[in-house]
């Protein structure tokens, strides 16, 4: 491949600013005691502390898991501060009383927090470092029932409905990176739709870590009631700093009997610089439990961190339950990431879907690495898996690691995967029709991803299709 | 079974191996050439240190060794057995007049072989008389594979005392294929085998090898089979691989090829017996220009256990990997297939295609199958597909239309799922020979009316 391609895959990393904003911020190091303090700090009540103890003390005694194809340096779980707000947090009730710095970050991120995004009909909670920051549109969610909060302000306010789900999906037991954040999370968003409520408009969390030092571990829990639809966005970005920061959030989904949940994410964490310098540690627990005639589908564009690491997964345990998987994973640089998802079919007529495309340029390696189980009870059981890698130069990798496990006959699996790269005769056909070498690459990576970007939400779509260009500039040559 | 309780049981059944390894080396073991009694033991020292995987090994998360690690066997080093030459023949493929070794409870059995009529420019030898008669030959062993992080290769190359040396001289072409046939008696209860093979094909030269693993009775015993194949430039060999042992038999099996440019390594893998079984088979595509075919079916019932693990490495540009394997699962049965294509960086222009489908015909069986794709080259094509079902009910429909009984329309689709792959074999013999059992196997109803 020629120089051009080679400089179109480098090009700065525009959320890598820092706000300069007073924080109240824990000193680094994890005992029980820190525990403790970041429960009193988020005035939990009784139960939610002796729960994160359990975690905790299940987290001490579990080793670090290394079985993914990812390489990095030890991380010193010592070193991390585990909390981290903006000051002057004094129980906001509406926007204006938010440090005007943290507004003009998520301004500058393209998320104004107020006005604008409520013409556009979409409900934000934004979440600076460890703590949420705001939620906006708040009023209109109440009317029909559905409580979109910060999932400090829910342990308070909503205890029952809280205790009822959290961790029933992900338990605290679950794997290392879990366990450590059940015992330290210090925030995240709550959604709890009622009973046959179609949410009316998209909910979205955005996280942004601006402390050095610190570690994000936000945890999210998302309730659909018999009959709700809900669908939820999530993006992600970080400043430019030259040590790794660790991201273990949690997400977990619950699909009551014909429910409906959509989850998609963009994560442009700060993946580094060339020479792989800095970057977010993305490890990240997300499953979702789906009951009878329910339906999970998550959508995920990965673009930043330096390492991630995530498996979006779906339990179908009711029958004629749906789980979905659409996923674009992008490598740039010494970008890697293991990513892929779980699908367990234990219900009856259970399907399940999943897209997958990695893109892989510079440096980068790319895999993608999935579960297919078919338990022997779930009769009818359907499996669809496409999962195609696309190679931009000879120095990155793509990987598959699909398991398929089938333990009853009355099942119909299927896998394909395919590996190619962009034909030099592909740019040349769209460069003699008028277009940049640059945009002929993007215009052919858009084509390769359609099928998953049109599973996003629309502002989604276009903020993810230019995150794709920026991340794969400079890798065209 | 708790990780803590398989290390304890591996470790107490290890002593076994520490008596029997003693006694090689110090009795009939002791005639090997000099190089090869080091080969030995280096490998015992690797498999002390390994011990048997456990399914936390990434290589046998599937299959658990436990069964064969919990007994204790005896290692037969002289020949036994009471096998006569009229109870081969429905392992011979109706041709009694191939070249043939012959090995009863793992030691060759001369008597039982026909060495008669090979070409000019072919040795074929048992490993002991090869050491003597031409040791320069069996120099490459231990070479073409590596035993250093593989338990079940150490333990074959520990106990490395009999086998077959096949060596054909460049550009000669042998027409009739050459079978290795490694059968085993009620002698072999409770014993192990560790049967040790080279192929060496020269430059240019062409040949078939046909590999087989039978038994003339149910016993429990332990095949644990390492082959190792060298293709030269522009040569071809073509390797069938039959596993039939007794249905109570554990069997591991490893043949690892490595190609020159412009060679064509076509294997064929077939497993039908034993009620523990692994077959590794590993070809490195090491010159360019060159080619590997890697098919195989397992067919298995009751409780069996198979297990397959394949890896084509294309390291050379221009190299194209073909991969179809085929399971017709019924019983309690458990398949395994793990399949994975490499492309080093440099291997620009790979095509790979790898497709495993696996029939599942009764509710209690069970499929784990993980075909997997590690690449690193950009300038490739390279696709894999796993399927993993039942029969088409729409096939079903159609033929009962046609006035074909469900019962009969079952088998039919069975017999023509299986036989997609056995039409891949060139070898009519051996094709028709498979055909005819694979038919036997499904073609019950066919057969009462």
Redesign the interface.
Known sequence: MSSSIESLITKEYAAGFVTDVESDTLPPGLSEDVVRAISEKKEEPEWMLEWRLKAFRRWQSMPEPHWPNVKYEPIDYQGISYYSAPKKKKSLTSLDEVDPEVLRTYERLGIPLNEQKMLSGVAVDAIFDSVSVGTTMREELTKVGVIFMSLGEAVREYPELVRKYLGSVVPYSDNFFAALNSAVFSDGSFVYVPKGVRCPMELSTYFRINAADTGQFERTLVVADEGAYVSYLEGCTAPKRSTNQLHAAVVELVALPGATVKYSTVQNWYAGDKEGRGGIYNFVTKRGKAFANSKISWTQVETGSAITWKYPSVILQGDNSVGEFYSVAVVNNRQQADTGTKMIHIGKNTRSNIVSKGISAGEGNNSYRGRVQVLPKASGARNYTQCDSMLVGNRCGAHTFPYIEVANNTAIVEHEASTSKIGEDQIFYLKQRGLSAEQAVSMIVSGFCKEVFKELPMEFALEAQQLLGITLEGSVG | MTAEATIERVVTAATPFEDAFRALIEGDGAQAPAHIQSLRSAAFEAFRRLGFPTTKN?DWH?TSVAPIAEHDYLHITTQSGDVQRSALAPFLFGRSEWHTLVFVNGRYAPELSNTSGLPKGVTLLDLRRAWQEAPQLTEPLGRLTRHDDRAFSALNTAFMHDGAVLHVDRDVEVDMPIHLLFVTDAVAAKSMMHPRNLIVVGRHAKATVIESYVSLSDAVYFTNAVTEVSVAEGATLHHYKMQREGMRAFHVGTIEARQARDSHYISFSLSTGGSLTRTNIYTTLAGEGCGATLNGLYMLDGEQHCDHQTLIAHVQPNCFSRELYKGVLDGQSHGVFNGKVYVD??A?KTDGKQTNN?L???????????????????????????????LDEQALFYMKSRGVSRALARELLTYAFAADVLETIEQPSVREELERMTLRRFMTVADDR
């Open positions: 990434e599937f960086p440099i620009q696996t599942l015909l009764s509710d209690k069986a069970q499929i784990d199958t993980k075909p997997q794709l590690e690449i690193f080259a950009d300038d490739v094509k390279c696709t894999h597909g796993a399927t993993v079902g039942r």
